[in-house]
T-cell receptor, first 117, second 112 residues
């Protein structure tokens, strides 16, 4: 089974621009979560999508948004980029159908490294 | 902000030795997971332990969970140079396994 894929892998933008990152979950997984990793703040939860609906949102400004499509693929968008948005953005997918061990495991993609100049 | 703290922040050992990393958290959880990350790449899931379990094994990995102390440990036995990576514990502090709260991580270096 193919793993979680994220595109692009690397991105360089300038302050004020906007960016869209894409995530394709493992086949059959319907839940997608996004995380931001920075040296200063570590790994922080951004938001989670299931069935095209945002289920949970972390403590990030409204400049960070996302969506999920009917095929479970997800995108996240950051508008008006700031220098502090430079980070590794990780996407994770999981199967969500019933409570159990397999549904509680998140599988991560390789990440998109965003550099804001 | 990080809810979990990992100890030590960095650990350097010789190949063949055992490595132990600890994780503490602050509130009740349903499960705790350990992940490995190589050089800023994606996270690889290692093991999940539920709140009603005390110990779990997977190959050379052994994880313990003490809910009374709100702490967990990850033991890697007979370490190899390929085990060099950052190790993170993650909990479902929010009540959702799809909204993980990560510890600050332990950087493990295994010297050949």
């Amino acid at each position: 089974k193919a793993g979680v894929t994220q595109t692009p892998r690397y991105l360089i933008k300038t302050r004020g621009q906007q960016v869209t990152l894409s995530c394709s979950p493992i086949s059959g997984h319907r839940s997608v979560s996004w995380y931001q990793q920075t040296p200063g703040q570590g790994l922080q939860f951004l938001f989670e999508y299931f069935s095209e609906t945002q289920r949970n949102k972390g403590n990030f400004p409204g400049r960070f948004s996302g969506r999920q499509f009917s095929n479970s693929r997800s995108e996240m968008n950051v508008s008006t980029l700031e220098l502090g948005d430079s980070a590794l953005y990780l996407c994770a997918s999981s199967f969500w159908g019933y409570r159990g061990m397999d549904t509680d495991t998140q599988y991560f993609g390789p990440g998109t490294r965003l550099t804001v100049l | 902000s990080q809810q979990g703290e990992e100890d030590p922040q960095a650990l350097s050992i010789q190949e063949g030795e055992n490595a132990t990393m600890n994780c503490s958290y602050k509130t009740s959880i349903n499960n705790l997971q350990w992940y490995r990350q190589n050089s800023g790449r994606g996270l690889v899931h290692l093991i999940l332990i539920r709140s009603n379990e005390r110990e779990k094994h997977s190959g050379r990995l052994r994880v313990t969970l003490d809910t009374s102390k709100k702490s967990s440990s990850l033991l890697i036995t007979a370490s190899r140079a390929a085990d060099t990576a950052s190790y993170f514990c993650a909990t479902d502090l929010s009540g959702s396994a799809r909204q993980l709260t990560f510890g600050s991580g332990t950087q493990l270096t295994v010297l050949p």
